[in-house]
Every structure is written in C-alpha cells, then in structure tokens.
C-alpha cells in the first residue's frame, strides 16, 4: 500500500495510511484468533512502523514489512509451541500442532533471509535471545505462556526488527 500510494500522496501520508491499514488488519487478526491484544503495546509497534516507512527507501520497504510480520508471528508461534503454557489455559497452545508450527517457523526463517546472510543471522540471533528473555519472564511471573506472553513475544519481535532493519540495512 505504501509503496503505491507515496508517489501520489507524499510519503509521511501514504505511512500514516499504511499504519491505519495494519492497525485495522491486527484488530481482524484478534477477532479471528480470539487473542486479546495490548493497546499500549499496539501503539509503540505502529509508531515504529509509521517512523520506519517514512524512513526507508521504496526499495527496501516491501521486504522489511514482509520480514517483520511473518519474524514477528513465527517466534511467538515457536514460543508458544516450544514452552509449557500458563494454568489459566491458552487458546491456541492446544490448537497449534506440530506440523504448523513447524511451518510458521520455516517461514519466520525463510523471511529473515531477505535481509542477506550476514543480516539473517543477526536477526535470527536477537530475536532467539529476545524470546528466551520474554519465555524466562513469562515463566518466573506468569507461571508459563499466556495470551500476554504470546502478544509480548509478537510486538518485542516486530519492534526489534525495525529497530535492526532501520538502523543496518
């Protein structure tokens, strides 16, 4: 959307768009999945977005947003399905079989790839540490992983990488 419409409308409006669009699409994400999501949480990841697209270069946008989102969902898919979910119960922990999972996280790796070998490691090497961060923290003081362990582990991942894809690539 952003790379159609910054041509014709400028780029600071065509960002603002394109966060309105991802901010309608995370809200179709939660009714459909039934995870509630952390406004707070929602608000520092869209303004990380609306201050990496109006950043970036058209060029390189396409592949950062492709990496964030499908980086972001794959380790809070593969946090979930590798750690013991919390005693209040988690509504996709018992629907994720292994096979799904797996593929979420191919994907997640296939993704990192587009930031170069070299880029792919360090993406893949902070967003391991930043899980296991996030998992020893859900552990300690949510007795596992929850709908917040899973929406934290989302919206950390998805900031990280802007922040990394912003300031390296």
Excluded: N
């Excluded at 603002?16 to 995370?26: D, P, R």
């Excluded at 390189?60 to 946090?79: E, F, W, Y």
């Excluded at 013991?84 to 994720?96: D, E, H, M, N, V």
């Excluded at 961060?133 to 596992?144: D, F, L, N, S, V």
Aim: proline letters at 2%; hydrophobic letters at 60%; one cysteine or more.
């Amino acid at each position: 959307m952003f790379i159609f419409t910054a041509p014709v409308i400028g780029a600071e409006l065509a960002a603002l768009a394109a966060v309105m669009f991802w901010i309608a699409a995370e809200e179709a994400e939660r009714l459909v999945l039934g995870v509630p999501r952390q406004w707070i949480a929602v608000v520092i990841v869209d303004a990380g977005w609306f201050v990496l697209l109006a950043r970036l270069g058209g060029s390189r946008i396409l592949a950062a947003a492709v990496a964030a989102h499908a980086i972001s969902r794959a380790g809070a898919i593969a946090l979930t399905w590798v750690s013991r979910p919390a005693a209040t119960g988690f509504p996709i922990s018992s629907r994720l079989s292994t096979m799904s999972a797996l593929g979420a996280i191919a994907e997640g790796l296939a993704a990192s790839f587009l930031a170069g070998f070299r880029g792919a490691l360090l993406l893949i090497a902070a967003c391991y540490l930043t899980l296991r961060i996030i998992q020893q923290w859900c552990y300690k003081y949510r007795g596992g992983i929850d709908t917040a362990g899973f929406e934290i582990a989302r919206s950390a991942l998805q900031i990280l990488i802007l922040l990394i894809w912003s300031l390296l690539f």
